[in-house]
């Protein structure tokens, strides 16, 4: 019986993430992607590959191949809307001007794939680039996300061996996921309120009834010396995540290793999602502002830190 329930519960959550992946798609369609390949990388999942969009960093030297550093990024999908390419700009403009080579990862979503699957494909894209050494530099292995996808940059971190990520970059991260969303409350007044249906739907597609107090859910309750030594957090004042995020990183920057360097920047007038055109409230110049603070703290990390 519980089976049972247990299907119709999937259905009804399946069903609904349809219709908001065919609502988003009507107001994305514009623009399109372009890296310099495609990669596919095997995961353990047998049935399937995780698509990967390599963005190469412009070497003077095109005869030389020395290893590249590499940084991971992971795009926002509220853990379920499939919106692989959005960060084409930043994981250009990473490429570019700090000599990482960027690869944007389509990792797989929920409700089809629920917790961990999107952990596992991450894993298995670090198991790829380290068991690549003549192309990638597995002492410069770093991690961007956005969004859901900075949540799962901070899981991540907490799984794999301490160290694997030398710099972390999360943009507006959920990292409670036990919290009520519709409880949450952004640092400043005057943004827009947003209905949280939406986000308790894809959740629960993501969670299916497991303890969100898992730190491989919820990074708020993650042990911070997990995380890498490097980490920059970017969230928003009129964004309802900022508070949670800003909490994991203070504590990160006060934790046992007071060695760690901890860059929290909370950028005005701005909510969530604010560096991307999907939301309509684009703010150009705190994107580019953000994006400068990504690329410094990347090539940071590489100074040896
Ligand atoms: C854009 O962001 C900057 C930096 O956070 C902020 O000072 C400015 O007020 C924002 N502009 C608008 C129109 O919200």
Redesign the pocket.
């Known amino acids: 019986m519980a089976g049972f329930f247990d299907f119709l519960r999937y259905s009804y959550l399946k069903i609904l993430v349809a219709i908001s992946r065919f609502l988003i798609r009507r107001v994305t369609s514009s623009s399109s992607p372009t890296p310099d390949s495609l990669l596919n990388i095997p995961s353990r999942d047998q049935k399937r590959t995780i698509k990967v969009h390599v963005y190469k960093p412009h070497v003077e030297d095109a005869g030389s191949s020395k290893p590249a550093p590499v940084l991971i990024n992971l795009y926002g999908s509220g853990f379920a809307i499939p919106l692989h390419g959005l960060d084409d700009n930043f994981c250009r403009l990473m490429a570019k001007t700090t000599g990482f080579v960027v690869l944007d990862v389509n990792y797989c979503l929920a409700p089809e794939y629920p917790f961990p699957a999107a952990l596992n494909d991450i894993e298995d894209t670090v198991k790829y680039v380290l068991n690549h050494p003549d192309e990638y530099q597995a002492s410069q292995l770093s991690v961007s996300g956005f969004s859901s996808g900075g949540t799962l940059a901070l899981a991540a971190s907490t799984i794999l061996p301490r160290g694997t990520f030398k710099t972390l970059i999360a943009f507006y991260p959920a990292t409670n996921l036990l919290q009520d969303p519709s409880l949450r409350k952004a640092p400043a007044p005057g943004g827009k309120d947003r209905s949280t249906f939406w986000t308790k739907i894809f959740r629960e597609s993501y969670i299916r009834g497991i303890d969100p107090r898992d730190p491989r859910i919820s990074p708020a309750f993650a042990d911070t010396d997990h995380f890498p030594a490097n980490m920059l957090f970017v969230t928003g004042e009129l964004d309802a995540s900022a508070v949670e995020a800003e909490e994991l990183a203070e504590r990160a920057k006060n934790g046992a290793h007071p060695g760690k360097n901890v860059i929290i920047r909370r950028?005005?007038?701005?909510g969530h999602a604010?560096d991307q055109k999907l939301t309509g409230?684009m703010?150009i110049?705190?994107r580019n502002?953000a994006y400068e603070l990504a690329a410094e703290i990347l090539k940071k990390g590489q100074e040896g830190r």
């Open positions: 950028m005005k007038g701005c604010f409230e703010n110049s705190a502002e």
